[in-house]
């Protein structure tokens, strides 16, 4: 698995804190009467497609396909991100709507069509102990997920969803940024390009492929 995080990676998000939870989505909508009707976000204990997100830059498609010659971009403490759902390509997204059991927290949907949304879709990922700039990792990164508009974290419960959320626990923007639950880390890192050696648009980083994925490799302090 790559050790660190670019754009264009298929990944899973766990949360560092309430039980190993991965974030989670699926094509249910949230019901009429609770909140916006748009895609519901839970959080899920077990290992699912369900859980894929793809990590995108705010103003930019990453690019497709095993051949692409465009350098490879890392995910850096501070970056905007969308993070799209492998599964139904809704986004995600949070509004000043109040979420549906956490009423003090705002609602985190699945939002937009093919990957195209709006300005809510639009995360800060901060990196917990790390300079400015300083990149991602697999596994070990604790991240934040803070929405750029409405500036809550996200969070996951130990809050159950009635079955219109299939019992699967609720997952919320919190405008307390730094509670507990706000903690998450990248668990699982697809890479899809198989280039023999790339250069990064980062300093001392180089990628050497392997059959199946990427691994990173530092050069250079970072």
């Given at each position: ?11 899973t998000i766990k949360n560092y804190r309430t039980g190993g939870l991965y974030l989670h989505s699926h094509w249910s909508l949230y ?65 000043k709507i109040p979420a549906p059991i956490t009423k003090r927290q705002y609602q985190v949907t699945g939002y ?111």
């Amino acid at each position: 698995m790559p050790e660190y995080l670019a754009y264009g990676a298929l990944v899973t998000i766990k949360n560092y804190r309430t039980g190993g939870l991965y974030l989670h989505s699926h094509w249910s909508l949230y019901p009429k009467g609770v909140g916006a009707q748009q895609g519901q976000i839970t959080s899920y204990f077990f290992k699912d497609d369900n859980n894929k997100w793809l990590i995108k830059e705010i103003d930019k498609e990453p690019s497709s396909g095993n051949q692409s010659t465009e350098a490879v971009k890392l995910v850096r403490n501070g970056d905007l991100v969308r993070l799209e759902h492998w599964i139904t390509k809704r986004n995600l997204h949070s509004h000043k709507i109040p979420a549906p059991i956490t009423k003090r927290q705002y609602q985190v949907t699945g939002y937009g069509m093919n990957g195209t949304g709006d300005a809510n879709d639009y995360w800060r990922v901060e990196v917990v102990g790390e300079r400015p700039g300083a990149p991602v990792r697999s596994v070990v990164s604790k991240l934040r997920f803070i929405h750029t508009n409405a500036h809550c974290a996200l969070q996951s419960h130990r809050k159950q969803y009635p079955k219109w959320g299939f019992e699967q626990l609720e997952v919320t923007c919190n405008p307390v940024i730094h509670a507990k639950n706000t903690l998450w880390n990248i668990e699982e890192n697809f890479f899809p390009r198989r280039e023999s050696k790339l250069s990064l648009k980062a300093r001392g980083v180089e990628i050497y492929a392997s059959r199946r994925y990427l691994s990173f490799s530092l050069c250079t302090n970072l």
